[in-house]
């Protein structure tokens, strides 16, 4: 057993775990329903991101960490936009690492999915906080 690939991995369980939980606390608080329903759609995606690692930690003969993660109770929009966004970056960057650490191609592949997701996500937060920020900006121009 590649013991510092399950140790990276159950890092990057962690966090799906704190992925999961934020995107579905904010998701009860924001205003927006366009951002409502993206939060929705992550935890769902993080969800099955930490199903997809559990199953590969222990198919590598490694032990699964559960552990109930802090979260960010941010009641800003944009505060919780810029957060989120933060996260994904953080969360491409570690699965990248992870990706090079990995010898088998089922493995690599996993990452790789998870990696594209995880840029959407970014992608898609990115665009709702331009759309956000425009509307506070027409906002202002308007008083």
Same mark, same amino acid.
């Given at each position: $057993?590649?013991?510092?690939?399950?140790?990276?991995?159950?890092?990057?369980?962690?966090?799906?775990?704190?992925?999961?939980?934020?995107?579905?606390?904010?998701?009860?608080?924001?205003?927006?329903?366009?951002?409502?329903?993206?939060?929705?759609?992550?935890?769902?995606?993080?969800?099955?991101?930490?199903? $997809?690692?559990?199953?590969?930690?222990?198919?590598?003969?490694?032990?699964?960490?559960? $552990?109930?993660?802090?979260?960010?109770?941010?009641?800003?929009?944009?505060?919780?936009?810029?957060?989120?966004?933060?996260?994904?970056?953080?969360?491409?960057?570690?699965?990248?690492?992870?990706?090079?650490?990995?010898?088998?191609?089922?493995?690599?592949?996993?990452?790789?999915?998870?990696?594209?997701?995880?840029?959407?996500?970014?992608?898609?937060?990115?665009?709702?906080?331009?759309?956000?920020?425009?509307?506070?900006?027409?906002?202002?121009?308007?008083?």
């Amino acid at each position: $057993m590649n013991e510092l690939l399950v140790k990276r991995l159950n890092e990057q369980l962690v966090s799906e775990y704190e992925a999961v939980f934020n995107y579905l606390y904010h998701s009860t608080k924001v205003k927006s329903d366009e951002i409502r329903k993206a939060m929705e759609d992550f935890s769902r995606d993080e969800l099955e991101h930490a199903r $997809m690692l559990i199953s590969y930690i222990i198919s590598l003969g490694g032990e699964p960490v559960f $552990m109930m993660p802090k979260v960010n109770q941010e009641q800003d929009e944009v505060q919780v936009l810029i957060y989120s966004i933060a996260a994904e970056e953080s969360a491409v960057k570690m699965y990248t690492m992870v990706q090079q650490i990995i010898d088998d191609v089922e493995g690599r592949e996993i990452i790789g999915r998870t990696i594209r997701v995880e840029e959407e996500h970014h992608r898609k937060l990115e665009e709702i906080l331009n759309k956000v920020k425009e509307f506070y900006k027409g906002k202002r121009g308007a008083k």
